[in-house]
């Protein structure tokens, strides 16, 4: 599985941002696909995620201004950010675990993206 995140850019704090992941592949629908973000200087950090059965799961920094969601048919996982916050900027990863139904650390995960930076200006 190649897996390729786009949609990062520079946006105010309090604006809204639209990650995608596009993932080759005939067997994307089997997958958890999970969203991390990496800060300067910081550890990579479990963001959230969505199961094969489309049930999503959150750190609790971005619960209700997070939201991931999934199309199979696009075999595509977006990460959708509301009300960013500067604390928010990272380079996200998009990254797909086989076995992993509410994966939530790196190691469970097999497959990743290359990152997109996201920028949130306070």
């Known amino acids: 599985v190649q897996l390729q995140a786009s949609g990062g850019g520079l946006v105010q704090a309090g604006g809204s941002l639209r990650l995608s992941c596009a993932a080759s592949?005939?067997?994307?629908?089997?997958?958890?696909m999970g969203w991390f973000r990496q800060a300067p200087g910081k550890e990579r950090e479990f963001v959230g995620g969505?199961?094969?059965?489309?049930?999503?799961y959150y750190v609790d920094s971005v619960k209700g201004r997070f939201t991931i969601s999934r199309d199979n048919a696009k075999n595509t996982v977006y990460l959708q950010m509301n009300s960013l916050k500067f604390e928010d900027t990272a380079v996200y990863y998009c990254a797909a675990a086989r076995d992993g139904s509410w994966a939530q650390f790196p190691g469970e995960y097999d497959y990743w993206g290359q990152g997109t930076l996201v920028t949130v200006s306070s």
């Open positions: 969505i199961t094969s059965g489309a049930y999503t």
């Open positions: 592949g005939r067997t994307f629908s089997r997958y958890t």
